[in-house]
């Protein structure tokens, strides 16, 4: 984990997302990520508001950033500055979402005609277009290449990381019984370094209670299936028993 610059004021926002507003600091290198309680889903077709789901999201994103640097995992992560603001490196995201697949669900049961549940017998890596406009297509990385979205030598880093992303996250949510059924990754350029940015938690993140099946997610939200605020509460309890 990096050391924070002594003072930093937060300044003018940089940019504002669905979940997310990030603000430029007094540091050119570094900004504020500050989790919104907004809920949207169906690329921004259903919107609503899940109470304190900001709050759960910065504790736990943060919690698994600062475990994963332990792990040699390099993140955009420097320290958790308040209930819903995370001090980050500034990167240059790679337009290029990430999807890592344990589990048949979504838009992968749709698409090959598999029934919901079923356990692959190996990860599948995706990538899709991050252009909300276009509603984030999937594509390959020949389109990647081609239009320049990220060098081969970058998405090399990038798949090879995401295996690896995987596997630890895999264990972690194991330990505190949940299944992780499928996530998306976003990563950044900081200088030579490619780092894992974003966040990681119940909104990008599928997750099942491994004993009862129930729902850990933001598909509750998708679903209509209620309890949202618990929910992250409860994922934030657990994840943050795990030292």
């Known amino acids: ?94 337009p290029v979402e ?3 697949r344990n589990v048949v669900a979504g838009s992968l049961a749709k698409r090959m005609g598999r029934e919901t549940g079923e356990v692959l017998p190996e990860p599948i890596v995706e990538y899709y277009y991050k252009d909300d406009a276009l509603g984030d297509p999937m594509i390959n990385r020949n ?34 019984g949940i299944t992780l059924v499928d996530y998306k990754l976003e990563f950044g350029r900081s200088g030579d370094e490619i780092l894992l940015a974003d966040e990681i938690s119940p909104d990008g993140c599928r997750l099942w209670d491994k004993e009862t099946g129930d729902i850990l997610d933001k598909d509750r939200f998708r679903q209509d299936l209620g309890k949202e605020p618990e929910t992250y509460e409860e994922v934030r309890r657990r994840a943050l028993s795990v030292s």
């Not at 320049?148 to 990038?158: F, G, I, Q, R, S």
Request: hydrophobic fraction near 40%.
């Open 1 to 94: 984990m990096s050391e924070a610059p002594a003072e930093i004021v937060r300044e003018d926002v940089m940019h504002e997302g669905k979940a997310k507003i990030i603000y430029l600091t007094s540091a050119t290198d570094v900004l504020i990520q500050y989790f919104k309680d907004d809920a949207t889903a169906f690329n921004g077709k259903k919107k609503g508001t899940i109470v304190n789901k900001g709050v759960c999201n910065n504790d736990i994103s943060s919690h698994i950033f600062s475990l994963m640097e332990k792990d040699d995992i390099r993140t955009h992560f420097i320290e958790k500055l308040s209930e819903r603001e995370m001090l980050v490196k500034r990167v240059e995201i790679i």
């Open 98 to 100: 990430v999807v890592v």
């Open 143 to 176: 389109h990647i290449r081609i239009f320049h979205l990220a060098k081969d030598d970058e998405m090399d880093h990038v798949q090879k990381e995401a295996y690896k992303i995987n596997d630890w996250l895999k264990a972690f949510f194991d330990k505190i």
